[in-house]
């Protein structure tokens, strides 16, 4: 019963994201931060492609973090399975532990050479959107995946509640993206807690030192606890994109899927 519950929720999933890009879109239209600095359809079609290719590679493996959660809990065993608790509580902790395995699993992404080969292609972009949600090298996607199953083990996380963690995260990962004006005084006070536009934008910069913070998605949170934050009010962007030569075949959707394999230029 809670697995056929948890697997209608994931069937959502297309339409979160669809929906989170429609109302994100429509957000850049009235509410745009920046001027788009790489014009014409080439872009958001790369991006958009990589995001269905992932999609397509996703529903050909045979495993899920949702069907991770009722063989764990099927086998048992869990050293710190979580009390019995409604849904809405059990969901709110699935997404405070997802959250953090994500942070951890981003961070490592930057800091492992064969990670960031994959990972790079994201920070590839030479601008940023909504669009720029959905594009991710399809493999990065396993990379999440492994980070989170062992949170999923260790706390023995209720199925449904992965899933409202997953639907939620697969929607702040399009709007954090979002090329809209996050510099009022509401939004500045949401940083505190959230990856905001603003505070994600740091994080596309092409300067290392600012790449190299702002990694959670969602929660900011993580950052400041482990000394990654850089505040968005006080450290302007001045180029988006790697800065290198990667920049070139930023928006050929091939080049982006071998990149990884190839030698660096």
């Known amino acids: 019963m809670e697995r056929a519950f948890a697997d209608e929720l994931m069937a959502w999933a297309p339409w979160a994201m669809a929906a989170t890009f429609v109302i994100a879109a429509l957000a850049e239209g009235l509410f745009a931060a920046r001027a788009e600095t790489a014009p014409g359809l080439r872009r958001p079609a790369t991006n958009l492609l990589l995001g269905i290719l992932a999609l397509l590679l996703a529903a050909l493996v045979p495993t899920s973090l949702v069907g991770f959660a009722v063989w764990s809990a099927a086998k048992g065993g869990a ?25 951890w699993a981003h961070r490592a992404s930057h800091r492992i050479g064969w990670l960031w080969r994959l990972h790079r292609v994201h920070h590839a972009d030479t601008a940023i959107d909504a669009t720029t949600g959905f594009r991710h090298h399809p493999a990065e996607q396993f990379v999440s995946l492994l980070f989170a199953l062992p949170a999923i083990w260790l706390f023995a996380l209720p199925p449904a509640a992965v899933a409202i963690a997953e639907l939620v995260l697969i929607a702040a990962g399009i709007a954090e993206h979002a090329n809209i004006r996050a510099d009022g005084r509401g939004w500045r006070a949401a940083t505190w807690l959230f990856a905001t536009p603003a505070v994600h934008l740091v994080h596309h910069s092409s300067r290392q030192a600012q790449t190299d913070s702002n990694y959670g998605s969602l929660f900011s949170v993580w950052d400041r606890l482990f000394g990654t934050w850089r505040d968005p009010a006080t450290e302007p962007v001045e180029r988006i994109g790697l800065g290198d030569a990667h920049d070139r075949d930023a928006d050929r959707w091939h080049r982006q899927l071998l990149s990884p394999f190839m030698r660096d230029p």
Do not use: K, T
């Open 79 to 103: 050293p710190f399975p979580l009390p019995p608790m409604p849904l809405v509580l059990a969901a709110l902790a699935a997404l405070l532990l997802r959250s953090f395995a994500a942070y």
